[in-house]
């Protein structure tokens, strides 16, 4: 059973759309990552979250704690926002490095 | 200024061989992860290092994976025996806050 759900797995976005890419989770966990992982294999952190909502220029992440429910967005999609997006969970009780991670969202932004 | 880097960039090795893999952290950073991401697959946790604690190695997936962080900066991830399911993209992160990870570019492993 894998314990982090993303969906859509793939997306194909138009340049300006609105974007969501949704995380779901089974365990109870303490934090929450986004990441983006380019074309070329490079990974950069976008965010880290334990309750709330993040904005970080068009990207803004939200967590519902109760409803083990995490969601990205990319306002105003740019073709060069296309990556995989990464939903990584800190375990309740795993290191700090032990995430678990979901298995990403191929997202694709015609210009 | 400099971010993580790793060596080799590439390995490609034959069945049996041990191969050696090394990070080079941000400078300053205290925490070191080493992740690895099979073809096709998501990352999967190996070990995680934290300044001077005892690492973190419940991701290790063998015995013949080891790692060291040797005086609290460079970092080797050692694979003994390689198998060709070790055959991989090996990622390391370094991390000041252990909220945002910084990334190396990753050494593409091949075993053959």
């Known amino acids: 059973k894998n314990e982090v759900e993303q969906s859509p797995q793939n997306l194909t976005a138009q340049e300006g759309e609105f974007i969501t890419i949704n995380c779901s989770y089974s365990?109870?966990?303490?934090?929450l990552h986004w990441l983006q992982q380019h074309p070329g294999g490079g990974i950069v952190s976008l965010f880290m979250?334990?309750?709330g909502k993040k904005k970080h220029g068009r990207l803004i992440a939200t967590i519902n704690i109760q409803e083990k429910h995490s969601s990205l967005h990319i306002t105003a999609s740019h073709p060069r926002d296309s990556a995989v997006y990464i939903c990584?969970?800190?375990?309740?009780?795993?290191?700090?490095?032990?995430?678990?991670f979901g298995k990403g969202t191929k997202l694709s932004v015609k210009p | 200024g400099a971010g993580v880097s790793q060596s080799p960039s590439n390995k490609v090795t034959e069945k049996g061989k041990d191969v050696e893999l090394r990070c080079d952290p941000i400078?300053?950073?205290?925490?070191l992860y080493w992740y690895r991401q099979s073809l096709g697959q998501g990352l999967e946790f190996l070990i995680y290092?934290?300044?001077?604690?005892?690492?973190?190695k419940s991701g290790l997936p063998s015995d013949r994976f080891s790692a060291e962080r040797t005086g609290g900066s460079v970092s080797t991830l050692t694979i003994q025996r390689t198998q060709q399911e070790d055959s991989a993209v090996y990622l390391c992160?370094?991390?000041?806050?252990?909220?945002?990870?910084?990334f190396g570019p990753g050494t593409r492993l091949l075993v053959l």
């Open positions: 992160a370094s991390s000041f806050d252990k909220k945002t990870q910084y």
């Open positions: 365990v109870g966990i303490s934090a």
């Open positions: 979250l334990s309750s």
């Open positions: 990584a969970p800190r375990e309740n009780g795993g290191s700090q490095g032990n995430l678990i």
């Open positions: 400078s300053g950073h205290t925490a």
């Open positions: 290092f934290q300044g001077n604690s005892a690492p973190d």
